[in-house]
């Protein structure tokens, strides 16, 4: 692939803030503010996401530029472990990873559109991922280009609604304080705040976009890791201006269970009408998550077709240069998603699920550098060992608490993960 077919360094960091900034800051409050209610806790809740988030793009930065190939957790667990675990990983991010992430965005752009038009939100999603994926079928100078001007919206738009409290009536506030008090450390320490902590690593998803996208990204070595930092860092300081921004607007009866956070908070601040037209913007602004997410999907997909014979065709360019048959099939699967399930179950199931890769994948930091010399990795992890170390204990965490209050979800996973097993060794054999 030439330069000009490859995705700049603006296009990777976009591409890590729109998968980031999507439905999770604009639909999870909803849930976390029922198990703690404290603006306090709430907002060192989302700290400490950023800070896991932030440990494991450290962490893939070094990965990501040692092994210098699109794919992500496939390529790179299949070199570190066995190829066996990385066409697993790629089977659930086929499956779960993006195909149910994407299916949750268009959901959520359902679901906010719906007070506006009144379409039916199952209608509105279908229609959202079928343009998206269109547009990116027309190659990488079209779809970076659509890329950025989306993201750029949505970061606007986030930069308007936190200043915009400051300017209305003084009677909207929530009078939620963000000083710790008496009882918050019990809240820090209980099992809601770790099964809280879920729809928080969901809203992160996507600090490790661009390391799908290695091998298509100008200048990897340099451009990899500064898009991973400088978009992880970007997104931890909006989250915690926007869900400050909320906390300050409406008050937690107002929040708890809500999916449509952002227009709860604009109809307040606005009134009926002027809501009514955020709620177009929101929708607008989270086809940049989906869009980002259809850009590094099929790369998955697309590797596992080079690799393997029998997949060839996932593998198979259009005549601008995309593949076309990944993108196609990661459009189709995550229309059947959002014909066949609901909101909070996703979100669930795609952070347990993809947080046991993400974790697999930063233990793999410690043997990939025993199996390559410093000369070979161009990107060191800083203050190693102690980002893969946090990222592991956070994640422990919360993989705990969550299978604790749902042991279910363990039985889900095996039986998405078993057929990807069974699928892999049919086809590897020679």
Known sequence: MTEQKKYTLTVGITLVIANMI????????????????????????????????????????????????SGGEYHYLGKIFHPAIGFVSGWMSLLVGFAGAISVVALAIGEYSYVLFGIPIKIVAIGAIVLVTGVHLFGVKT??????????????????????????????????????HE??????????????????VY??????????????????????????????????????????????SATFQELDRKIDIGNVV????????????????????????????????????????DDYPKLKTLASKNRFDMPYIAILAQGAWSIFLVLVSSFKEIIQYISWSLSIFSLATVLGIFILRKKYPKEQ???????????PIIFTICTCWMIYYVTENNPWIIVYSLATVVPGLIIYFAISKK
């Not at 992160?204 to 290695?214: E, F, K, L, P, S």
């Not at 930092?229 to 997104?235: R, S």
């Not at 604009?266 to 602004?285: D, I, P, Q, T």
């Not at 161009?378 to 190693?384: D, G, K, L, R, W």
């Open 377 to 387: 990795r161009p990107f060191q992890v800083p203050f190693y060992p102690l980002p």
């Open 143 to 180: 779809g970076g280009a659509v890329q950025n001007i989306l993201t750029s919206m949505k970061l606007l738009l986030i930069l308007f609604f936190c200043i915009a409290p400051f300017f209305v009536a003084e009677n909207i506030k929530s009078g939620i304080s963000f000083l710790p």
């Open 266 to 305: 604009a109809f307040k601040l606005f009134g009926e009408k002027v809501g009514l037209l955020f709620s177009f913007f929101f929708s607008v602004a989270l086809l940049s998550t989906l869009s980002a997410m259809t850009i590094a999907g099929p790369r998955v997909l697309e590797a596992m077709g």
């Open 203 to 248: 809203a992160y998803t996507g600090w490790n976009a661009a390391a799908y996208i290695a091998g298509n990204l100008e200048n990897p070595a340099k451009n990899l890791p500064r898009s991973l930092i400088i978009g992880t860092l970007t997104v931890i300081v909006v989250y915690l201006a926007l869900n400050a921004m909320f906390l300050y």
């Open 183 to 200: 009882g918050d450390l019990s809240l820090l320490l209980s099992s809601g705040f770790a099964v809280s902590l879920v729809f928080v």
């Open 22 to 69: 999507g439905t999770g800051v604009f639909t999870s409050l909803g849930y976390q503010v029922g198990s703690i209610p404290s603006g306090f806790a709430i907002l060192v809740l989302w700290a400490i996401g950023g800070v896991v988030a932030l440990s494991g793009a450290f962490t893939y930065a070094e990965i990501s530029t040692t092994l210098k190939k």
